[in-house]
């Protein structure tokens, strides 16, 4: 069945180091979803990427869509504390006869200060 | 706005008990969710609902229903609760399908199933 993968599940940085984490999906999507999700809190939006290739920019965040449209990154430069948190991407689940998103199973990450 | 409300926060619950988790919205949006997840793992989808009186499964409905007479709640009843539903449940809703448009997400329910 369709399957949305993350790489990779834990990552520990340095503050100020950068973090990159990759959303690999088994089937081409439409589009993608970027989540957040702080230790004992809710997913809150990030970012929605649509187009083969896009790169999206918000502060130190940077968010790309391959460009066969199967894969995404989330790149954080110079990494401070408050980007503590899972990072899920999310993309459309195929042959549904409504439109749902599947998630991945995040990334979490940890940053020592 | 208070976005998406649910309650209670926690809940432990015997083998074999029943309950119903709460959610609310007053963003006056069609479109809402339950999602559970597991420790480690992303989001499943429950159930969800585009709009008051349509409801439909999602990933993983066995052992729970909803309901939607409004479109201002959306409650998550779980019958005969199992060990295996010890989880923490998140509510979710959007102005349009979510494939497209931003969801957001309810504090979220700790269930404990002993």
């Known amino acids: 069945g369709q399957q949305v993968m993350q790489i990779p599940q834990y990552q520990h940085v340095q503050e100020g180091e950068d973090f990159t984490t990759y959303c690999n999906s088994s089937t081409t999507l439409s589009n993608i979803q970027w989540y957040k999700q702080r230790p004992g809190g809710h997913p809150v939006f990030l970012i929605q990427l649509v187009k083969s290739g896009e790169v999206k920019k918000q502060k130190r965040l940077t968010f790309q869509f391959g460009e066969a449209k199967k894969n995404s990154s989330l790149h954080i430069t110079a990494t401070q504390t408050t980007d503590v948190g899972t990072y899920f991407c999310?993309?459309?689940?195929?042959?549904?006869?409504?439109?749902?998103?599947?998630f991945g199973p995040g990334t979490s990450l940890s940053v020592i200060p | 706005n208070a976005g998406v409300t649910q309650t209670p926060k926690f809940r432990i619950l015997k083998i074999g008990q029943s309950m119903t988790l709460q959610c609310t919205q007053d963003?006056?949006?069609?479109?809402m969710y339950w999602y559970r997840q597991d420790p480690g793992m992303g989001l499943k989808l429950i159930y969800y609902s585009v709009g008051a009186g349509i409801t439909d499964k999602g990933e993983v409905p066995n052992g729970y229903n909803v309901s939607r007479s409004t479109t201002e709640d959306f409650p998550l009843r779980l019958e005969l609760a199992a060990p295996s539903q010890t989880s923490v449940y998140f509510c979710a809703s959007s102005y349009g399908v979510q494939l497209n448009t931003e969801a957001f997400f309810g504090q979220g329910t700790r269930l404990t199933v002993v």
């Open positions: 999310a993309g459309p689940k195929m042959k549904t006869s409504y439109d749902k998103v599947i």
């Open positions: 963003m006056n949006h069609n479109y």
